[in-house]
């Protein structure tokens, strides 16, 4: 089974977005929209070299902002943040990290190894890591089936080729 360090190692966004407690939710909200994100790590300094004190998300600001009629420009982080954090650890198994996820309905795991935050998974890694963990399964087991001198996958299933030109273009 793999670990987070292995699935930190192929995530292509490695940097983790933070922010201090005393941020509004106005600033949070344009943060995690430019940077493309749904949650922020709330640290003492506000950057990631800083004692993590919270998790601020997008679910948090729908329903402690919005649903309770609060203003999201007087609003800070800090009031609204999940503290303390479910966080995790390099060696930590894939596994577990969906079962933290599942039993804590969450959909962000800060890493944090020896005091220090070091990256973030998401439920996307999780869901691009086990596809990519069944697709090398898949062509191991037709490599095997097919004998060493067969080059083309016999399933169609498991050619990773782009939409048929006929149906592009109907579906255009």
């Given at each position: 089974?793999?670990?987070?360090?292995?699935?930190?190692?192929?995530?292509?966004?490695?940097?983790?977005?933070?922010?201090?407690?005393?941020?509004?939710?106005?600033?949070?909200?344009?943060?995690?929209?430019?940077?493309?994100?749904?949650?922020?790590?709330?640290?003492?300094?506000?950057?990631?070299?800083g004692a993590?004190?919270?998790?601020?998300?997008?679910?948090d600001y729908?329903?402690k902002v919005?649903?309770?009629?609060?203003?999201?420009?007087?609003?800070?982080?800090?009031?609204?943040?999940?503290?303390?954090?479910?966080?995790?650890?390099?060696?930590?198994?894939?596994?577990?990290?969906?079962?933290?996820?599942?039993?804590?309905?969450?959909?962000?795991?800060?890493?944090?190894?020896?005091?220090?935050?070091?990256?973030?998974?998401?439920?996307?890694?999780?869901?691009?890591?086990?596809?990519?963990?069944?697709?090398?399964?898949?062509?191991?087991?037709?490599?095997?089936?097919?004998?060493?001198?067969?080059?083309?996958?016999?399933?169609?299933?498991?050619?990773?080729?782009?939409?048929?030109?006929?149906?592009?273009?109907?579906?255009?």
């Open positions: 089974m793999a670990t987070v360090k292995q699935v930190l190692k192929a995530k292509t966004g490695k940097s983790v977005h933070t922010i201090g407690a005393q941020a509004s939710l106005f600033e949070a909200i344009g943060m995690m929209s430019h940077t493309g994100v749904g949650a922020l790590v709330v640290t003492a300094s506000g950057d990631q070299n993590v004190h919270g998790i601020v998300t997008e679910r729908a329903r919005i649903l309770q009629d609060k203003a999201s420009r007087t609003t800070t982080v800090g009031e609204i943040m999940t503290s303390p954090v479910t966080s995790i650890g390099l060696e930590t198994r894939t596994d577990d990290c969906m079962a933290l996820m599942t039993h804590h309905r969450i959909r962000h795991l800060p890493v944090i190894e020896n005091g220090r935050l070091i990256g973030m998974l998401s439920i996307g890694d999780m869901v691009r890591h086990l596809i990519d963990e069944q697709q090398f399964a898949i062509d191991q087991l037709e490599s095997y089936v097919r004998g060493p001198h067969h080059e083309a996958p016999t399933c169609a299933l498991t050619r990773r080729s782009p939409l048929p030109q006929t149906l592009a273009t109907r579906l255009a």
